[in-house]
């Protein structure tokens, strides 16, 4: 039960919502919300130990609030604006009115009202026209659950002017075992011909729920690449919409789940094209174990007047596990001409010859199984452009560097 009740209208989501058909709801009730708390000084030791270490600015949350002594922004770069969200709202001269007006196209849930309600503070990042940023900037949202609230919100707000570019990691964590989590929400806006590589690494504790929302506006030649990687949490949800609002932008999405015990994996995803000549590309991995369930809901919407649209989704899933269970849900709507879009979906087990293969070689069973694996998930981390954060996903998996 909330503390605060959101104004909006919007009621909580149930298992006839296709977008939380599995979801685990009895969890989601337990969730509450409220202001900002900050416990920066419950931070255990080794949370630190959690955060992969990237050169460049650094600027960490803690229970939706900017912890000024955990993050690193002392050194940053001409034409990189990175600050709290909490003073950049403050600051009429900067764009944020639409982070808390959201103008949603029929993908508002509770979850996101309380999120622009309770989610006030956490990071802002605006790079300036024709900026080419070297150094990745890294945003890292912890979530403590105390007595006020158990699940913190976040906002991050991301613009790159025209011609700019920047790499982002985001990185979400918890510092405790007890139950809560986290609501964060990322909005992005891509001005002209400015590329964006996004890269999201969940890895909250198996006692915690993590939703976590990326909105997306990309004008005309513009480009993204977002990767992301869904280890943690009992429930972990990543949603992306993605707004292919100009001529000729491009959006690369690509991700990896990794789930056991009785984890459940849920992406959401949905691409909508309104402009001329984009291109949109999904790939997903997914590898289940024990009792775990991975969700892959991916749309793309090409509306009226989207001529030229080239657009592709595949969605694949190996499960180690007779009780494991993957979900796939591959959407095409398609309302304009000469278009070109396709989608796959493979849900599958270890390859039994391969196993006989590499079992004939004089490899023990438990290591052939794991070189399989790894061969199948490496396909996804193998594509990390940030050689810290791939060497972290490695570790996190337990997967030795190539």
């Given at each position: ?13 149930t ?24 416990s ?13 270490a990237?050169?460049g600015?650094?600027?960490?949350i ?20 990175l ?6 709202s ?104 400015s ?36 280890l943690?949490?009992?429930y972990g ?62 749309g ?14 595949h ?12 979900n796939?849900?591959?959407r ?21 010859n ?49």
């Amino acid at each position: 039960m909330t503390t605060v009740a959101p104004t909006s209208p919007i009621e909580y989501p149930t298992r006839h919502d296709e977008r939380w058909r599995y979801a685990p709801h009895d969890l989601l009730g337990r969730l509450s919300f409220g202001p900002p708390s900050a416990s920066a000084d419950k931070i255990p030791g080794p949370i630190g130990a959690q955060i992969p270490a990237l050169d460049g600015p650094l600027i960490v949350i803690v229970n939706g609030v900017v912890d000024e002594r955990w993050s690193n922004l002392t050194a940053i770069p001409d034409g990189l604006r990175l600050s709290t969200l909490a003073d950049a709202s403050a600051d009429p001269a900067v764009p944020v009115v639409a982070h808390f007006n959201p103008d949603v196209d029929g993908a508002a849930d509770v979850f996101m009202a309380l999120n622009t309600t309770f989610g006030v503070d956490g990071a802002f990042v605006d790079v300036a026209e024709g900026q080419k940023l070297d150094a990745p900037i890294h945003i890292v949202d912890v979530a403590i659950p105390d007595e006020t609230s158990n699940t913190s919100c976040t906002g991050v707000v991301i613009h790159l002017g025209a011609d700019s570019s920047a790499t982002i990691v985001e990185t979400r964590l918890g510092g405790s075992e007890a139950f809560g989590g986290s609501n964060t929400r990322t909005t992005i806006t891509l001005d002209d011909h400015s590329t964006l590589e996004h890269i999201v690494l969940q890895d909250m504790p198996s006692t915690q729920v993590h939703l976590g929302r990326v909105e997306v506006t990309q004008h005309a030649g513009s480009a993204l690449r977002a990767r992301s990687f869904n280890l943690g949490a009992i429930y972990g949800r990543l949603a992306y919409d993605v707004h292919l609002a100009g001529a000729g932008a491009h959006t690369d999405l690509s991700g990896l789940y990794y789930g056991a015990g009785e984890q459940t994996l849920d992406q959401q995803i949905t691409v909508i094209h309104t402009a001329k000549d984009c291109t949109s590309r999904q790939s997903y991995r997914g590898v289940l174990d024990d009792e775990s369930a991975g969700v892959f809901n991916g749309g793309i919407d090409v509306r009226p007047g989207a001529d030229g649209t080239d657009a592709e989704q595949h969605n694949d899933n190996l499960l180690l596990s007779n009780r494991a269970e993957a979900n796939t849900q591959p959407r095409l709507e398609i309302l304009a001409d000469d278009v070109a879009c396709k989608h796959g979906a493979t849900v599958g087990q270890l390859d039994a010859n391969a196993m006989y293969y590499l079992r004939t070689r004089g490899i023990p069973a438990a290591d052939a199984r794991r070189l399989l694996v790894n061969a199948f998930a490496d396909q996804a981390v193998d594509d990390i452009g940030i050689d810290a954060v791939r060497t972290w996903v490695r570790d996190r998996l337990g997967t030795p560097d190539a």
